[in-house]
């Protein structure tokens, strides 16, 4: 049963363990149908999932097949349009820049058109105005460079592509044009448009420089700015260097000198009168050094060894005015009654000799107030000594600057004459600020209205601040060399055409624009009445202040004031060259007047005049005026009423009182009771000075023999109104001349007589001051005794020797006062010859030890009197020498009649030397004029000619062209004497 039990057991164990099989199995059957199931499932998923890539591979592929294809075609588009568009580029990139050539080439042909049309003119395009210059200089004194830049507000007026303006002897860095500031463009994105010039030309023979632009400027405001470079040159024009000596060491000093054309040379400019602008100044200069210019000065900062030095900004002025100075000065100062500050600048340890200057211009500023009834216009007048100075002075607006012997004076080391000078230099610049720089010239044609009126009114100064120093009287002696130029064929009226820029030289260099421009204006005041003519002239002042106007303009000012036809009177007088002589003759109870040209060749002109006739008949009191308007008219005596005295009806002058620029001859009757009424002093200083300047000028041109005008010479013995015995002493020294080369033998004689003639009034001089004497007797005193050295008059060489030596001893001796130096210097001279030099080199040993321009230029223009040749070399070369200061060697060339042919030798041989020194300025005009002048031959006339004919350049061409005719002259006239 057990066992049963347990074989049961078994059974169902089994049974349970089959059927756990049976389970398992079928578990694991359906687990591996699952599996069977899931894998198939996933065998499909796999399939299409692997279907389903294939699809999307095949259609990625499609896709970028397709992307590749369209991008091979969008590639092959693009390709093709970038070969279109390069083809097209290429085809437009060609063009334009055959385009680009085209215009490149348009535009320099029109440059180079432009250029050779702007060649040659006289003056600069008129579509750009210049309105104002902001100039920034830095000179260097030790290497004399500077280098600047100026920006020019401008305006532009009219449609170009170019700006001409003027440059010379200055290298130009860069140049750029903007319109900042332009209206049209203000508000736009080319507002701070900035155009650089494709052409940057410098034509310098005519001294300009073109910007070119490529394309049209806009019309209106623009800014030009330049930066450019240069030298401090050594010929006293532009902007220069000259030297002083301060504690024993040479220095440098910067000086301008602007006109008439040399602004130029020191930044671009509009260079011409009638381009006026504001000027605003900035120099970087040495620290320790004053520096001026025209304005006065607003801010000095100073950085080290260097000061930059701002000034405030001019009014309207030409470019001419403008200046700076800069080195090492002492001043002295004043205000004026308008609170105007005025200053006059010397050297260091000079300054009390400009106390005298500074009170004439201070007194001369208020005259010229009430004058032209307009006040001085800046707020400040500096007046400067320049130890190197071509002219006299220079009227620069609020800075004048002078050569030493124009400004500085005192009674202890000056002569008389010296003084005198001080007063008309000083008084003839101040005229400038109002008659030139106020009111300027239109252009050089019109330059006479500045020099003419500046000459005329420096006397009128003079008269009212010296009357006792008659300068109406030694006014003359302007008018008298006006008479001499315009009396040559090689004259040219005062109003005359320029057509080139380098012809303004010629005119500027000689003087007939002031001393027959000075002479007509004193003829027309006489004509018109003093009160007249200055209301008329305050009127044109006031008219055209701050601007430029024309000789018309003022004849219509003077019309209008005076209701006389100034214009159809004076165009004879500033249009034509010459002027007449008006002969004079008795005739049936009538006075003959015919007028001619006057010519000092003797040759008959074709020129006619409206002659303002003055005339008076025994006196003063009996005279007539009347417009002479044809050739000739006749006036019945009885029109000149008498008070029946003898005296009354005896003589008759004409042109009374020298007012007229013109001549007279008289016939014999009328002459011989001229010559009367000089001797019993019936006539005026001024009409004795007339008589006898006449006389030798219708000697000279063989219209009276030499005799009459020695006879009536002698009726001269014992005068003593310094501007007659001048001239006669003058006129004397040109006779002795003639008469040597005409009749050797007879030179004794005529030398004899001259001393006769001036000996009477030297020795009512003396040779030392007199208490309480006058002006004139004191500058006359050195001219007497210096002609009866010149005649060899041994008692005066004698004195004059005895005097020098004691002045060599002791300087400060009243034995040789400075108005009598010059005579013994002279008179010393006169004695030195190859075997006795003591006088020679004395007179080198003064002019080395004296530290005073005056007493130099005395000794420089003494030193040739000796009449031994070998001497006068010796006095030649000294010239030329290193001691002497550039401007001061035309001081000497007034050699004695002895040392003609040595002078004449010793130019050709230095003619090189002379013309690259004084070439570009008008100082070798007197190197030519004063050397050749003198001869009197037909032979020395040709052999100049010759000598000159390739080496004239176009400043000396009228000079020397008006030289050879005075040599003609000479020389007819040598042969008119030979006959007589």
């Known amino acids: 049963m057990g066992q049963i039990l347990s074989s049961s057991s078994s059974d169902e164990e089994r049974e349970q363990e089959n059927a756990r099989r049976r389970r398992e199995e079928e578990e694991e059957n359906a687990r591996r149908k699952r599996e069977e199931e899931n894998a198939r499932r996933r065998r499909e998923e796999e399939e299409e999932e692997a279907r389903r890539k294939r699809e999307e591979e095949d259609a990625r592929k499609k896709r970028e097949e397709e992307d590749a294809r369209r991008k091979r075609e969008e590639e092959d588009a693009k390709k093709k349009k970038d070969e279109e568009d390069a083809k097209k580029k290429k085809e437009e990139e060609d063009a334009k820049r055959k385009k680009e050539e085209e215009d490149a080439k348009a535009k320099f042909e029109s440059h180079k058109k432009m250029m050779e049309q702007l060649k040659g003119q006289p003056q600069l395009p008129k579509f750009v105005v210049p309105k104002r210059y902001d100039v920034w200089l830095k000179p260097n004194l030790s290497t004399c460079k500077f280098v600047g830049s100026v920006a020019i507000e401008l305006n532009i007026v009219a449609d170009t592509s170019f700006i001409v303006l003027n440059v010379a002897e200055l290298s130009i860095d860069t140049a750029s044009l903007s319109f900042t500031h332009h209206p049209a463009t203000a508000n736009s994105s080319n507002s701070n448009q900035v155009l650089k010039p494709l052409y940057v030309d410098v034509v310098e023979e005519d001294e300009i420089l073109v910007l070119d632009f490529a394309d049209t400027l806009p019309i209106g405001i623009g800014l030009l700015t330049i930066t450019f470079k240069g030298t401090l040159n050594d010929k006293m024009k532009g902007f220069y260097r000259s030297t002083y000596e301060h504690n024993g060491e040479k220095k440098n000093m910067a000086v301008t000198q602007f006109e008439p054309t040399d602004a130029r040379r020191c930044f671009p400019c509009w260079d011409e009168p009638a381009c006026k602008a504001m000027f605003k100044i900035t120099l970087d200069v040495p620290s320790q050094l004053v520096a001026l210019s025209n304005m006065p000065i607003i801010e000095e900062k100073v950085d080290g060894d260097l000061k ?48 005298f200057a500074l009170d004439v211009a201070i007194r001369t500023l208020e005259l010229y107030k009430e004058y032209f009834a307009v006040p001085y216009f800046l707020p400040k007048l500096d007046m400067v000594a320049i130890p190197d100075f071509a002219f006299g002075a220079m009227e620069n607006y609020g800075l004048v600057t002078f050569c030493e012997t124009n400004l500085i004076y005192d009674n202890q080391h000056f002569a008389a004459a010296n ?37 005329w009114v420096s006397y009128l100064a003079a008269n009212h601040l010296f009357p006792e120093w008659e300068v109406w009287t030694q006014f003359l002696n302007d008018c008298t060399e006006g008479l001499r130029l315009d009396g040559l064929t090689e004259s040219h009226p005062i109003e005359v055409e320029i057509n080139h820029a380098r012809e303004i030289d010629e005119i500027f260099f000689d003087t007939m624009s002031d ?83 006057f010519l000092a060749s003797g040759s008959l002109g074709d020129g006619q005049w409206i002659v303002p006739i003055t005339l008076c008949r025994g006196s003063y009191d009996v005279h007539k005026n009347f417009l002479l308007q044809t050739k000739s008219e006749t006036l019945d005596m009885k029109e000149l009423p008498s008070d029946g005295s003898k005296l009354a009806s005896s003589w008759v002058k004409l042109n009374v009182n020298q007012t007229g ?37 219708l000697c000279m041109a063989r219209q009276q023999p030499l005799n009459s005008l020695l006879t009536l010479m002698g009726a001269y013995s014992g005068e003593l109104e310094y501007t007659v015995l001048s001239n006669l002493i003058n006129i004397s020294y040109k006779v002795e001349r003639i008469a040597a080369d005409a009749n050797p033998e007879l030179l004794e004689c005529i030398k004899q007589f001259f001393i006769t003639l001036f000996l009477r009034s030297a020795m009512k001089l003396g040779w030392e001051p007199k208490k309480g004497e006058s002006h004139l007797d004191a500058m006359l005193r050195g001219e007497v005794w210096t002609a009866l050295a010149v005649f060899g008059y041994d008692p005066t060489l004698k004195e004059a020797s005895r005097r020098f030596h004691a002045f060599l001893d002791d300087r400060n001796t009243p034995l ?32 080395r030890e004296t530290d005073l321009n005056q007493e130099k230029t005395c000794v420089l223009s003494s030193l040739t009197s000796s009449p031994d040749p070998s001497i006068i070399l010796e006095a030649l070369n000294f010239l030329l020498s290193s001691e002497v200061r550039t401007q001061d060697v035309v001081l000497g060339l007034a050699v004695s009649r002895e040392g003609r042919e040595t002078a004449w030798a010793w130019l050709k041989d230095n003619w090189e030397h002379i013309s690259k020194t004084w070439g570009s300025g008008y ?34 061409s009228r000079t020397l062209k008006q030289s050879i005719e005075q040599v003609h002259i000479n020389a007819n006239w040598v042969q008119s004497v030979k006959n007589e």
């Open 923 to 956: 100082l070798i005009t007197h190197f030519v004029n004063s050397i050749v002048s003198p001869f009197a031959s037909f032979e020395k006339a040709n052999e100049i000619e010759e000598f000159f004919a390739n080496r004239a350049e176009p400043k000396i």
């Open 816 to 847: 040789l006062h400075p108005d009598i130096r010059k005579a013994a210097y002279v008179a010393v001279m006169r004695r030195v010859s190859s075997s006795n030099r003591f006088g020679f080199e004395s007179l080198l040993r003064v002019y």
């Open 515 to 597: 001393k027959k421009g000075a002479s007509v204006i004193q003829m027309l005041q006489s004509y018109l009445g003093a009160e007249c003519f200055q209301r008329s002239l305050a009127s044109y002042i006031k008219k055209f202040a701050c601007s430029n106007a024309k000789t018309e303009d003022l004849w219509a000012a003077l019309e209008e004031g005076s209701g006389e036809p100034v214009n159809q009177l004076m165009n004879s007088w500033t249009k034509q060259k010459g002027y007449p002589v008006v002969s004079v003759k008795v005739k049936d109870r009538k006075l003959v007047f015919e007028q001619s040209q």
């Open 308 to 355: 930059t030095v701002s000034y405030q900004e001019s009014p309207i002025m030409s470019t001419y005015l403008v200046a700076i100075v800069v080195g090492l000065f002492d001043y002295v100062e004043h205000l004026t009654s308008d609170g105007i500050k005025v200053r006059v600048y010397c050297q260091v340890g000079k300054v009390n000799q400009g106390n």
């Open 661 to 697: 620029f013109y001549r007279v001859k008289y016939d014999e009757d009328l002459a011989a009771k001229l010559r009367y009424a000089i001797e019993n002093k019936y006539l005026s200083a001024t009409d004795r000075f007339g008589i006898l300047d006449d006389s030798f000028a």
């Open 419 to 455: 003084k005198q000078r001080v007063v008309i230099a000083v008084a003839h610049e101040l005229a400038h600020q109002w008659f030139g720089n106020l009111v300027t010239m239109d252009w050089w044609t019109h330059l006479w209205l500045n020099e003419g009126f500046a000459t």
